[in-house]
């Protein structure tokens, strides 16, 4: 039945509006109101802002390093994790330091409180729990949003956070409904005026396991999986670190359980081809799994606790959109699920996304001013991959407002320009997960070192308060002094020492030698030889040791890697005009000039990535460019 | 107040203060070596005069790494616009006499420093000569970069500059060609298949290192070590076939067979040009495996006189045919000479039988003296038979077309497979170098995020060759090979 028409009316006039208030909402908003804009951020419940609706964690590999990136450019991410962690790691110790990332186990509604805090407590901040229906564009530039009750908000930028919301419909067997996660209400008509305004939507799905009684595992049959302590706190500004509350465990599938998917793979709706949406391969569901690699004879389920104050516990690794029937009988195969009783179901969600590659790297729509796209609407997964987007889009469009040039993260700085320009460049197939094999700057970016990296750039623009300036400041002078303390300092020879080298399976000394000489060697941590190391200023932070023991142990591939960026600089710095036309270009070839029209890059260095465009190609392109150059200083 | 310790601009990105703190303990350069380009900018015709230009910043001390004048003056020192006579080094070892002349920025072609070398050796010399070019610092031009640069660098107008764009998608195009045509077609498969040895390894390393959670099959030291191994081996021989094989770079391995007194240092007396080991009739007058290089065109063919004469007959033969087969191990052409005037004896048809596995070019010599040979046995046996008399020197030019022929010299296009081939090479030689530093760091026990970079640079090098990106390529191959995620 047919509503009656909404009558509209004027609300309020802001400078930005974020749609939705999920973890890439919730950062651009609090980035927008701290840049002293004035923002409004809408959310179709506000018990859903900063929800977790899948893993109740943050962090992993690579997405740990986008954790502390966010936090050295000044966004809340890592400090809302630290305050809320009841378990962390330190993932790949041992595999070097490229890798090493931090994961914590949080608490899901505590970490919901804590952003809504932040959010509530945000000057310049609105929080309006509405759901949008309409974005308004006059010549080519927002103007306004509106909600479905009418309320009109007059704004100069949009950010769109949409995540799994926009559209969502989920799926288990045959069963399926419009929602977005959690049983939250999904809206539609916003994907309705995203379309008139000439943005093809595409669908994507993603899938959670259940949520179970914790009083219904028999954990004597489970591997336990503790905390590391001391935990390391995600944020530079976090102090006092957070404490190891609660345990995980792992279960493993076996031979009954792929028995149970396999006989019940016909009721999926993946499988029967109910689901159109595109899934992240990085995330395959259960039977998923059992369908691609048969030959496995068991697949690992972590059981994670959901928060300190419920006895929800996650399965991760048991996702499924098969029947509810076939979740209970394929999860209670499991060696210490026999009595399971499932709380929430799995399900598989479907939602409306966007190309990518229709965004410039400052995340603005190209033929839309002021609209901006982060998170799961710009086809990526993962709550830390939404969270710096949402960051650098609230960045971005308080920017526009100021009129300042937008903030790129070149691929050399960060996880997150990596992330971005792969997005903008390369768009998305499936949900774009971030990995530290998507880098080819693994050495340089570092977890350890983000405040070095992005620090001086998040003051710059204004996120980072003149305390942790200062902080930042005495850190980086004891990094200096120690490595230069280290790179000067000898060791002198001792039976002790020796004894140690021994050990360590490394040669002896003969004669003093300098501390990073001793330090270089593989074999050697610093750690190993502390004791002998007399010049030692005890009140050296282990982190700083760390990263000035890094730098120097792999100081040959570090300046490997920072060659390449040099090599990619001049690249990367050379700008194509907005306003260039390629078909005009004949040099360059046909599918080249289709797809350089399509992505329009903004570098030679964002060209030369572009998969179909050659070298030859790029060739072309630079003589062009500077032709064009040569003739605009020519009628100056 | 205190200075901060980075500058940082908005729209830079930190990384410059980034570098800093990386540089801070007082390294020394780590600037990348300048994009200086060398390349064979002469049609090499076989034999003619060829010329290399490099041109770049580091250009004449990349000519001075090679080149050294006879007037001792040092390049550095030369003025723009002159040329002096010098030697081309390879080491202690000289490869060729050539003329170097200096253009000092912006009075060059380029509008850079160059610096042209014109040597006389024919296309392997020239080749040679650009490859230690390489070595020493530059790298080799894309086509038409000199050109590129010289527009780049305002010494070319507008109008030229529009063709210039289009000669270098045409010579894009026609290297892209080229190396999907079936000659390169081998090379292009060799480097695509050890890609992927490097890709699945590479894969596993970044599988093991993004899902630690994962119970993937743990990464296996002696396993990755092997396909190391295997890797730098199988670049190692594709470095030689990028050359067209040993043959073109270190010249036609060459051993000269046949009983006592055929004819054999005459023969190679002729080839060589010069009397350079004692000639007589009588048999026995040459002492040992006699050595010697020549030239014969575009071509050097290092020759090997295997007779080695004593006292009785038997005795001869015995150890004539035992030094002949050794030498036969390593040679890459052999010239079998038969007596024209003697009927085959043992020691011919000992010969003959050796031979069957190697590229042979029989050769009936003294075709001045009345015939007594069987012609038929040897055509029968032998594809390539040439009918010559060393003495007088008549079908020499026939032996000479035979061997070019025999070792395909003939059928090499001079410039644009060097220079496809060149790229390929340096590619290759960069793999290779990553992948022998990679095997020593995983020897050393350094751990293996650090291995992965070396892996990556190898797999760049290589898969810049074939259009693909590394990061890529490795992304899918982990979604591709392992059960990964939640």
């Given at each position: 039945m047919?509503?009656?028409?909404?009558?509209?009316?004027?609300?309020?006039?802001?400078?930005?509006?974020?749609i939705g208030?999920?973890h890439?909402?919730v950062?651009?908003?609090?980035?927008?109101?701290r840049?002293?804009?004035?923002?409004?951020?809408f959310?179709?419940?506000?018990?859903?802002?900063?929800?977790?609706?899948?893993?109740?964690?943050?962090?992993?590999?690579a997405?740990?390093?986008?954790?502390?990136?966010?936090?050295?450019?000044?966004?809340?991410m890592?400090?809302?994790?630290?305050?809320?962690?009841?378990q962390?790691r330190?993932?790949n110790?041992?595999?070097?330091?490229?890798?090493?990332?931090?994961?914590?186990?949080?608490?899901?509604?505590?970490?919901?409180?804590y952003?809504?805090?932040?959010?509530?407590?945000?000057?310049?901040?609105?929080?309006?729990?509405a759901e949008?229906?309409?974005?308004r564009?006059?010549?080519q530039?927002?103007?306004?949003v509106?909600t479905?009750m009418?309320a009109?908000y007059?704004?100069?930028?949009?950010?769109?956070?949409?995540?799994?919301?926009?559209?969502?419909?989920?799926?288990?067997?045959?069963f399926?409904?419009?929602?977005?996660?959690d049983?939250?209400h999904?809206?539609?008509r916003?994907?309705?005026?995203l379309?008139?305004l000439?943005?093809?939507?595409?669908?994507?799905?993603?899938?959670?396991?259940?949520r179970?009684h914790?009083?219904?595992i028999?954990?004597?049959?489970?591997?336990?999986?503790k905390?590391?302590?001391p935990?390391?706190?995600f944020?530079y500004?976090?102090?006092?670190p957070?404490?190891n509350?609660?345990?995980?465990?792992?279960?493993y599938?076996?031979?009954?359980?792929?028995r149970?998917?396999?006989?019940?793979?016909?009721?999926?709706p993946?499988?029967s081809?109910v689901i159109?949406?595109?899934?992240?391969?990085?995330?395959?569901?259960?039977?998923?799994?059992?369908?691609?690699f048969?030959?496995?004879?068991?697949?690992?389920?972590?059981?994670?606790?959901?928060?300190?104050?419920?006895?929800?516990?996650?399965?991760?690794?048991?996702?499924?959109s098969?029947?509810?029937?076939?979740?209970?009988?394929?999860?209670?195969?499991?060696?210490?699920?026999?009595k399971?009783?499932?709380?929430?179901?799995?399900y598989?969600?479907e939602y409306?996304?966007?190309?990518?590659?229709?965004?410039?790297?400052?995340?603005e729509?190209k033929?839309?001013?002021?609209?901006?796209?982060?998170?799961?609407?710009?086809?990526?997964?993962?709550?830390?991959?939404?969270?710096?987007?949402?960051l650098?889009?609230?960045?971005n469009?308080?920017?526009?407002?100021?009129?300042?040039?937008g903030?790129?993260l070149?691929?050399?700085?960060?996880?997150?320009?990596?992330?971005?320009?792969?997005?903008v460049t390369?768009?998305?197939?499936?949900?774009?997960?971030?990995?530290t094999?998507?880098?080819?700057?693994?050495?340089?970016?570092?977890?350890d070192?983000?405040d070095?990296r992005?620090?001086?750039?998040?003051?710059?623009?204004?996120?980072?308060?003149?305390?942790?300036?200062?902080?930042?400041?005495?850190?980086?002078?004891?990094?200096?002094?120690?490595?230069?303390r280290?790179?000067?300092a000898?060791?002198?020879p001792?039976?002790?020492?020796?004894?140690?080298?021994?050990?360590?399976?490394?040669?002896?000394?003969?004669?003093?030698?300098?501390?990073?000489?001793?330090?270089?060697?593989?074999?050697?941590?610093?750690?190993d030889?502390?004791?002998?190391d007399?010049?030692r200023d005890?009140?050296?932070?282990?982190d700083i040791?760390e990263?000035?023991?890094?730098n120097?142990?792999?100081?040959?591939y570090?300046?490997?890697?920072?060659?390449?960026?040099?090599?990619?600089?001049?690249?990367?710095q050379?700008?194509i005009?907005?306003?260039?036309?390629?078909?005009?270009?004949d040099?360059?070839?046909?599918?080249?000039?289709?797809?350089?029209?399509?992505?329009?890059p903004?570098?030679l260095?964002?060209?030369?990535?572009?998969?179909?465009?050659?070298?030859?190609?790029?060739?072309?392109?630079?003589?062009?460019?500077?032709q064009q150059?040569g003739?605009?200083e020519?009628?100056? | 107040?205190?200075?901060?310790p980075?500058?940082?601009?908005?729209?830079?990105t930190?990384y410059?203060?980034f570098r800093e703190?990386?540089?801070?303990?007082?390294?020394?350069?780590?600037?990348v070596?300048g994009t200086?380009?060398a390349?064979?900018?002469?049609?090499?015709?076989?034999?003619?005069?060829?010329m290399?230009?490099?041109?770049g910043?580091?250009?004449?001390?990349?000519?001075e790494?090679?080149?050294?004048?006879y007037?001792?003056?040092?390049?550095d020192?030369?003025k723009g616009?002159?040329?002096?006579?010098?030697?081309i080094?390879?080491g202690?070892?000289?490869v060729?006499?050539?003329?170097?002349?200096v253009y000092?920025?912006?009075?060059?072609?380029?509008?850079?420093?160059?610096v042209?070398?014109?040597?006389?050796?024919?296309?392997?010399?020239?080749?040679?000569?650009?490859?230690?070019?390489?070595?020493?610092?530059?790298?080799?031009?894309?086509?038409?970069?000199?050109t590129?640069?010289?527009?780049?660098?305002?010494?070319?107008?507008?109008?030229?500059?529009?063709?210039?764009?289009?000669l270098?998608?045409?010579?894009?195009?026609?290297?892209?060609r080229?190396?999907?045509?079936t000659?390169?077609?081998?090379?292009?498969?060799?480097?695509?298949?050890?890609s992927d040895?490097?890709?699945?390894?590479?894969?596993?390393?970044a599988?093991?290192?993004?899902?630690?959670?994962?119970d993937?099959?743990?990464?296996?030291?002696?396993?990755?070590?092997?396909?190391?191994?295997q890797?730098?081996?199988r670049l190692?021989?594709?470095?030689?076939?990028?050359?067209?094989?040993?043959?073109?770079?270190?010249?036609?391995?060459?051993a000269i067979?046949?009983?006592?007194n055929?004819g054999?240092?005459?023969?190679?007396?002729l080839?060589a040009?010069?009397?350079k080991?004692?000639?007589?009739?009588i048999?026995?007058?040459?002492?040992?495996v006699?050595?010697?290089?020549?030239?014969?065109?575009?071509?050097v063919l290092?020759l090997?006189?295997?007779?080695?004469?004593?006292?009785?007959?038997?005795?001869?033969?015995?150890?004539g045919?035992?030094k002949?087969?050794?030498?036969?191990?390593s040679?890459?052409?052999?010239?079998?000479?038969?007596?024209?005037s003697?009927?085959?004896?043992?020691y011919?048809?000992?010969?003959?039988?050796?031979?069957?596995?190697?590229?042979v070019?029989a050769?009936v010599?003294k075709?001045d003296?009345?015939?007594?040979l069987d012609?038929?046995?040897i055509?029968?046996?032998?594809?390539?038979?040439?009918?010559?008399?060393?003495?007088?020197?008549?079908?020499m030019s026939?032996?000479e077309?035979?061997?070019?022929?025999k070792?395909?010299?003939d059928?090499?296009?001079?410039?644009?497979?060097?220079?496809?081939?060149?790229?390929?090479?340096?590619?290759?030689?960069?793999?290779?170098?990553?992948?022998?530093?990679?095997?020593?760091a995983?020897?050393?026990?350094?751990?293996?995020d650090?291995?992965?970079?070396e892996?990556?640079?190898?797999?760049?090098?290589?898969m810049?060759?074939v259009g693909?990106?590394?990061?890529?390529?490795?992304?899918?191959?982990v979604?591709?090979q392992?059960?990964?995620?939640?």
């Open positions: 047919e509503q009656q028409a909404i009558k509209e009316y004027i609300a309020e006039s802001v400078d930005v509006a974020v208030a999920g890439a909402g950062e651009a908003a609090l980035a927008a109101a840049l002293g804009k004035k923002a409004v951020i959310s179709v419940s506000m018990d859903a802002v900063a929800n977790l609706p899948c893993n109740p964690s943050i962090g992993g590999t997405k740990g390093h986008l954790v502390r990136e966010i936090d050295a450019l000044g966004g809340e890592g400090k809302a994790a630290d305050a809320v962690t009841i962390s330190m993932l110790r041992g595999k070097g330091p490229a890798v090493h990332s931090l994961r914590a186990q949080v608490d899901r509604t505590r970490y919901h409180s952003m809504k805090r932040a959010l509530e407590n945000q000057e310049n901040l609105l929080l309006k729990q949008i229906v309409d974005i564009v006059e010549n530039a927002v103007r306004a509106v479905a009418g009109v007059p704004c100069k930028t949009v950010i769109i956070c949409t995540g799994t919301f926009l559209g969502g419909k989920i799926f288990v067997g045959e399926s409904q419009a929602s977005g996660p049983g939250l999904a809206p539609t916003l994907s309705e005026s379309k008139q000439g943005m093809p939507l595409r669908r994507f799905k993603t899938g959670t396991p259940a179970v914790r009083d219904s028999d954990f004597s049959q489970l591997e336990v999986q905390g590391e302590d935990i390391i706190p944020s500004a976090t102090h006092i957070p404490e509350a609660v345990d995980c465990h792992i279960a599938t076996n031979a009954d359980t792929h149970v998917i396999r006989e019940h793979l016909h009721r999926s993946l499988y081809g159109e949406g595109i899934g992240p391969r990085y995330c395959p569901s259960i039977e998923d799994k059992v369908v691609r048969q030959d496995k004879e068991r697949h690992q389920v972590f059981v994670e606790p959901m928060g300190l104050d419920t006895k929800e516990m996650y399965l991760q690794g048991m996702s499924s098969l029947p509810e029937e076939a979740q209970i009988q394929l999860y209670r195969t499991v060696k210490g699920f026999e399971l009783q499932i709380i929430r179901n799995a598989a969600i409306d996304c966007v190309d990518p590659t229709g965004l410039k790297p400052t995340l729509f033929h839309i001013s002021g609209l901006y796209g982060a998170g799961q609407f710009n086809g990526t997964s993962g709550y830390e991959e939404a969270a710096a987007q949402g650098m889009a609230g960045i469009a308080s920017r526009l407002i100021d009129g300042q040039e903030v790129v070149e691929r050399s700085s960060s996880y997150i320009g990596t992330l971005i320009d792969d997005l390369k768009g998305c197939q499936d949900p774009y997960r971030m990995m094999s998507r880098s080819e700057y693994r050495l340089l970016l570092r977890q070192n983000a070095s992005l620090t001086p750039l998040g003051y710059e623009i204004g996120l980072i308060s003149e305390e942790r300036w200062k902080m930042f400041h005495v850190k980086q002078l004891m990094l200096e002094q120690e490595e230069k280290l790179r000067t000898t060791i002198a001792s039976e002790a020492l020796n004894e140690r080298l021994r050990q360590l399976g490394t040669a002896e000394l003969r004669t003093g030698i300098k501390l990073a000489e001793l330090i270089k060697r593989p074999q050697v941590g610093y750690g030889i502390r004791e002998f007399s010049s005890d009140a050296v932070g282990a040791v990263q000035v023991e890094i120097i142990k792999y100081e040959g570090i300046q490997k890697q920072l060659a390449q960026v040099q090599q990619m600089k001049k690249m990367e050379t700008l005009p907005e306003d260039i036309v390629y078909q005009q270009l040099g360059i070839r046909l599918e080249a000039r289709e797809k350089l029209n399509r992505i329009r903004c570098s260095g964002q060209a030369s990535r572009i998969s179909g465009v050659s070298p030859s190609d790029i060739s072309v392109l630079m003589i062009y460019l500077a150059k003739q605009a020519g009628m100056q | 107040m205190q200075e901060p980075f500058s940082c601009k908005i729209g830079d930190g410059d203060a703190s990386c540089d801070s303990g007082g390294m020394e350069e780590c600037c070596k200086t380009i390349a064979i900018s002469t049609p090499v015709g076989s034999g003619g005069i060829g290399i230009r490099i041109s910043e580091e250009a004449i001390a990349v000519a790494r090679v080149f050294h004048p007037g001792g003056k040092e390049l020192k030369q616009y002159t040329g002096c006579l010098g030697k080094w390879d202690d070892e000289p060729d006499e050539a003329i170097a002349f000092r920025a912006p009075k060059s072609y380029t509008g850079e420093n160059v042209e070398l014109s040597c006389h050796g024919g296309v392997y010399v020239m080749q040679r000569v650009l490859r230690l070019c390489l070595k020493h610092g530059a790298r080799p031009a894309e086509p038409g970069e000199f590129k640069r010289a527009f780049l660098n305002g010494k070319m107008d507008l109008v030229q500059a529009e063709s210039v764009m289009q270098i998608q045409a010579q894009g195009d026609a290297a892209m080229a190396a999907l045509s000659r390169d077609g081998a090379v292009s498969r060799e480097i695509e298949a050890v040895v490097l890709l699945e390894q590479a894969a596993h390393l599988a093991w290192a993004d899902y630690p959670e994962e993937l099959i743990p990464v296996d030291e002696t396993a990755l070590q092997a396909a190391l191994a890797v730098e081996q190692q021989k594709l470095l030689a076939t990028c050359d067209g094989g040993r043959v073109v770079k270190e010249g036609v391995r060459t067979v046949g009983k006592p055929v054999k240092s005459t023969l190679m007396n080839l040009g010069e009397e080991s004692i000639v007589t009739d048999p026995g007058t040459t002492r040992d006699v050595e010697d290089s020549v030239r014969m065109g575009d071509l290092h090997y006189d295997t007779a080695g004469i004593r006292d009785t007959e038997d005795v001869i033969e015995q150890i045919v035992e002949a087969r050794n030498v036969l191990e040679t890459d052409l052999v010239l079998a000479v038969f007596d024209s003697q009927e085959l004896g043992t011919d048809w000992e010969i003959m039988e050796t031979l069957r596995e190697k590229p070019i050769i010599n075709i003296m009345p015939r007594q012609m038929d046995a055509e029968q046996r032998f594809s390539d038979v040439v009918a010559l008399s060393a003495r007088s020197g008549d079908g026939r032996l077309e035979r061997i070019r022929e070792i395909h010299v059928k090499l296009d001079a410039s644009q497979p060097i220079l496809s081939n060149e790229r390929q090479r340096a590619a290759v030689a960069a793999a290779l170098e990553s992948v022998t530093l990679a095997r020593g995983l020897q050393g026990g350094m751990t293996y650090a291995i992965n970079v892996l990556d640079f190898a797999l760049e090098a290589l810049e060759l693909k990106r590394v990061t890529d390529a490795v992304v899918d191959q979604f591709h392992f059960c990964v995620g939640k």
